[in-house]
């Protein structure tokens, strides 16, 4: 599957109508973001099964402030509408295909019970 650009106002739809979303806030000005681009897009043809999203920052500006994007690219995962990860920086594609696997591993449900156990 190609990746998708992805606006303010498909957003949260996106997000909350996926299983896995992962979402790259890059701009055309920026060389890292120009760097990860195609490592991005052969990971996008790898996983049919997740929804591989990019939002231009030019563009989106007020999604970018909403999103709190203060470095680009940054690369945000959510999971069941579950922000899971927000990093920024280019991945290598072995770095990548370890974010994936992590993510489609993860258990929202013991995830949540072990924060709740810390925070009691």
Same mark, same amino acid.
């Given at each position: 599957?190609?990746?998708?650009?992805?606006?303010?106002?498909?957003?949260?739809?996106?997000?909350?109508?996926?299983?896995? #979303?992962?979402?790259? =806030? @890059?701009? &055309? @000005?920026?060389?890292?973001?120009?760097?990860?681009?195609?490592?991005?897009?052969?990971?996008?043809?790898?996983?049919?099964?997740?929804?591989?999203?990019?939002?231009?920052?030019? &563009?989106?500006?007020?999604?970018?402030?909403?999103?709190?994007?203060?470095?680009?690219?940054?690369?945000?995962? =959510?999971?069941?509408?579950?922000? #899971?990860?927000?990093?920024?920086?280019?991945?290598? &594609?072995?770095?990548?295909?370890?974010?994936?696997?992590? #993510?489609?591993?993860?258990?929202?449900?013991?995830?949540?019970?072990?924060?709740?156990?810390?925070?009691?």
């Amino acid at each position: 599957m190609a990746t998708i650009d992805l606006t303010a106002a498909e957003f949260d739809k996106t997000i909350t109508g996926n299983d896995i #979303v992962l979402v790259d =806030f @890059w701009a &055309a @000005w920026c060389g890292p973001c120009r760097m990860f681009a195609p490592v991005y897009d052969s990971a996008s043809q790898n996983h049919s099964d997740i929804v591989f999203a990019k939002v231009d920052t030019e &563009a989106e500006q007020a999604l970018a402030a909403a999103a709190r994007i203060t470095s680009i690219p940054t690369l945000m995962a =959510f999971k069941q509408g579950n922000l #899971v990860f927000s990093q920024p920086g280019a991945l290598p &594609a072995a770095a990548l295909e370890q974010l994936i696997t992590a #993510v489609r591993e993860l258990d929202l449900e013991k995830a949540r019970a072990e924060a709740e156990q810390r925070s009691a």
